[in-house]
């Protein structure tokens, strides 16, 4: 063993009383585990599974160790499990629930709680002399339920007599002293060494794994395969020398080498020449090819401008024909009142009449430039 596993059990008995509830407790494990019973204040037991096996050295709170390489692993904490009414004086009394505050106390001080395994155990021999269950018990019970979850320990209640040492080990469940013993052997402890027939069992998994491994590893799969078959202008099998073809001698393989090599050197030169005729051939420069791109493109803009001006002087000319035909009718109309003489009529009105003729003088212009242009587009 690498190390040895203590387990505390405490608080400490009281010396030369074999009714308290620690030594009860030890030597019921120990009869258990061991078939044996001890009256010493440490003794060894030894847990064995289908995974490993474990020794654990049993020793009193507060009891030193000596000899090897130990690691305080857990620690059982045990108390006399009396009904609430009981008074009386023995020891078996003496040793209650709320002993116990202050032996976690002063275990924690020692380090001697250990990290693997912490029970909380009442003790009791036989039923309890009660009747029901009351308020005040169910209280009591909540109570130390949770002074043991703030403190890290399982709440177990053991009947230590022969009957309840022997029941309830089969069953899936357990509570009671059969709880205590399936905690203790289902730990994990830090001297547990792994059982034989479990380590060759994992051995054999591993070998079988490795040979496993290993000849995967010796076949190469079709992804990894790295074969490539030959071309065809160097494969040549040792008969092409020998058959003949029409009549022929088939031909050597440094020949047909030769000749391959040849044809592809051919072939390049003429894709070069090819190449170079391409390269020779006139082509129109970009710089040419957006100048031309953009001349067209201002020749359009210049006619569309022209034209937006045409259409603006004509909008101008029928507004201005439109402001003289009114200045006429408007002539008309005050001569007819008699808003004005004779002279001023006639002087208004030629003015009104000359600026109509101009006008339509222009309209007459730019008509018989539409009809010219319309003639030279048909001819």
């Known amino acids: 063993m690498s190390c040895s596993s203590i ?5 400490s008995i009281i010396e030369n009383d074999s009714n308290a509830s620690t030594a009860i407790l030890r030597d019921a494990l120990v009869e258990h585990f061991d078939g044996s019973k001890t009256n ?9 599974n289908r995974y490993f096996s474990a020794e654990i050295l049993l020793v009193n709170q507060f ?4 000899g090897g390489e130990v690691k305080e692993d857990g620690i059982v904490l045990v108390f006399n499990d009396v009904p609430i009414s009981s008074s009386s004086s023995s020891s078996f009394h003496q040793n209650t629930f709320d002993s116990l505050s202050m032996a976690h106390e002063q275990a924690e001080e020692e380090d001697q709680c250990g990290d693997l395994l912490r029970l909380c155990v009442g003790v009791s021999i036989g039923k309890k002399q009660q009747s029901g269950t009351t308020k005040a018990e169910e209280e009591e019970y909540s109570r130390r339920v949770l002074w043991c979850l703030d403190r890290g320990y399982e709440y177990v209640e053991a009947d230590l007599s022969d009957e309840g040492k022997r029941r309830g080990h089969n069953d899936r469940d357990k509570d009671g002293f059969a709880r205590v013993v ?3 052997a289902g730990t994990v402890w830090s001297s547990a060494v792994m059982g034989k027939s479990k380590s060759s069992q994992l051995k054999g998994s591993y070998e079988k794994a490795e040979r496993a491994l290993c000849s995967n590893s010796s076949v190469p799969s079709k992804e990894t395969s790295t074969y490539s078959p030959p071309t065809p202008a160097v494969e040549v099998s040792s008969e092409s020398k020998t058959t003949t073809v029409e009549g022929r001698p088939a031909i050597d393989s440094d020949e047909r080498a030769d000749a391959v090599s040849e044809e592809l050197i051919s072939k390049g030169g003429e894709e070069e020449e090819d190449q170079e005729e391409k390269n020779h ?3 129109i420069s970009a710089q040419e090819a957006l100048s031309e791109v953009q001349a067209k493109h201002n020749a359009n803009t210049t006619q569309e401008e022209e034209k937006h001006h045409q259409m603006e002087k004509d909008e101008e000319l029928f507004d201005d024909l439109e402001n ?4 006429a009718s408007r002539i008309r109309e ?3 009142n008699g808003m004005m003489s004779d002279d001023t009529r006639r002087q208004l009105a030629g003015d009104a009449a000359m ?7 222009h309209l007459d212009f730019m008509d018989d430039e539409d009809e010219h242009g319309s003639s030279s587009d048909d001819e």
Do not use: D, F, H, Y
């Open 63 to 66: 009891s030193s160790t000596q």
């Open 40 to 48: 010493n204040t440490s003794s060894t037991i030894t847990t064995t």
């Open 324 to 327: 003289a035909m009114k200045e």
């Open 7 to 11: 387990l505390r059990i405490g608080p």
């Open 281 to 283: 051939e006139p082509t």
């Open 334 to 336: 005050a001569s007819k």
């Open 355 to 361: 600026r109509i003729m101009n006008l339509m003088s």
């Open 182 to 184: 399936e905690a203790i």
